[in-house]
């Protein structure tokens, strides 16, 4: 059988590799054939034995614990294929994670109980360095079940949860936006949230809300100055994931001047639809934001740059015909080209990007005419 001296050698050993856990977990699965898995306060999945793989769970493709798997991963019950070991992992006075522990000879519980301990206490340090990145600091079922609603994973959730009634309004806030003592804000928005803290954001998802409080989340929100993306209100909990992959396009537009700190969905549809095309544009060669900064520009300083360059690609470049269509003098258009070509840095002259630009402009043109017609 196996001895606990060899697993402290082992554990040893591996501490000098790098990643460590991911050493550790497959050195101990060569020598017990035991599956060692490492997971987070959080609810995500640090390491892993490569042996876990051949499971097909749908936890470890993800590389983060889903509400489904919650019971099997985070409470300690045996299974049919294997039996369970769940070591706590503390650091700095609370819960930081788990080491899971998955092996088939019911006889040897006890020296896996053992080994959990053995690497609960030395794999400390690393979980600490995860603990010292969290913000938000949450109990990690509900930490499970945020990321499983925003990331398409929400299977059962309403059916076990029966406090997912009423509207729901989504937030994404950017880490390097924000400190932790920013965060303590939610509280004071409305009562019932759940939190989803990821790498370089944080996702919050109001629930329980009628249409009078609606309206509140969004003004104590502007109130409070905090810089986020904003859903408007919806009422089922699938959409959480649209939601999600929306409010991070909204945030990818940023950087200019007069950015609102509230971005809301429905008064960033433009520049969410900028962003949905970008891929296509990039593709084809054009810079992000270019004519964003254009209509930035004109904003700012009063100008017409904007219409002035859709009139010029109209008139195919042709800058007599262009400034009789504006009835400008050419030397006024020559001058306003100017300005255009050092504010979007790109060759308008050139054929394709003359096409890609023009393109955009009347994607652009017919969403602001639906969105005059909506409103």
Known sequence: MYEIEVCYKIIFEAMLEKPVLKSIAEKINEYTGA???FVSGTGKILAYSHTCEQDGSESIRWKHVTFSDYKKFCQ?????????????VETMGRLAGYVVILYSEEESRRFFEELGSVIGQAVRHQFED???????????????LAWSL??????????????????????????????????????????????????????????????????????KIMEKKIGCSISEPFGKLD???????????????????????????????????????TPLFKEAGLSDYRLLRLLQEDRENNT???????????????????????HIHRNTLVYRLKQIRECIEADINDNETARELLAFMMMYDISRQDEKRQK
């Open 304 to 326: 017409e740059l904007y219409y002035t360059l859709k009139v010029y690609l109209l008139n195919e470049n042709n800058v007599t015909m262009a400034a009789d269509s504006l």
């Open 35 to 37: 599956k060692v898995i």
């Open 76 to 88: 300690e019950a045996d299974t049919k294929e294997h039996q369970l070991v769940l070591q706590p």
């Open 130 to 144: 995860v603990v010292k990145e969290t913000m938000v600091l949450q109990p990690m079922r509900e930490a499970i």
């Open 150 to 219: 925003f990331h398409g994973k929400a299977d059962g959730i309403q059916q076990t949860e029966k406090i997912w009634t009423g509207q729901c309004i989504e937030v994404l806030m950017l880490k390097k936006d924000i400190q932790e003592k920013n965060v303590l804000w939610i509280k004071e928005i409305w009562d019932r949230y759940c939190i989803c803290e990821e790498t370089d954001r944080i996702q919050i998802l109001f629930y329980g809300l009628r249409a009078k409080n609606t309206e509140e989340i969004y003004q």
């Open 239 to 277: 959409r959480c994931v649209t939601k999600y992959e929306l409010l991070k396009r909204m945030s990818m537009v940023n950087g200019l001047e007069n950015d609102p700190v509230m971005k809301r969905e429905k008064e960033w549809s433009v520049q969410g639809l900028y962003t949905y095309t």
